[in-house]
């Protein structure tokens, strides 16, 4: 079992900037994909980006690109969102994930708990 903590999150003027982490508790993090999905009030999950385990390549929703960036330092086993020019809409709870790399699936094996983030006009 590997347990994900998310932490970064809080209120923000829109315009303003967060950084969200992710710290995972293996230490074979490397051998993991990385997500971050969010989830608004009312609303189903979404995605919001993805990096692979080693780095190399990273995926984002239309509505972040240009402004969200996904990263990971897998010799610290933690993962980031970093997120600019933040807007109301982006107001959500925001969850990492992990999967096994390789494992032919856009299913996630390991969730955080989440960590809020409001967006304020």
């Known amino acids: 079992q590997v347990q994900l903590v998310e932490s970064g999150g809080g209120l923000v003027q829109g315009g303003g900037s967060l950084r969200l982490s992710c710290a995972a508790s293996?230490?074979?993090?490397?051998?993991?994909?990385m997500g971050w999905f969010r989830q608004a009030p009312g609303k189903e999950r979404e995605f919001v980006a993805a990096?692979?385990?080693?780095?190399?390549?990273?995926s984002y929703a239309d509505f972040v690109k240009g402004r969200f960036t996904i990263s990971r330092v897998n010799s610290k086993n933690t993962g980031y969102l970093q997120m600019n020019m933040l807007k109301p809409e982006d107001t959500a709870v925001y969850y990492c994930?992990?999967?096994?790399?390789?494992?032919?699936?856009?299913?996630?094996?390991?969730w955080g708990q989440g960590t809020q983030v409001t967006v304020s006009t």
């Open positions: 293996t230490r074979t993090f490397g051998a993991y994909d």
């Open positions: 994930a992990l999967k096994v790399a390789g494992s032919g699936t856009y299913a996630y094996d390991y």
């Open positions: 990096i692979n385990w080693s780095g190399g390549r990273t």
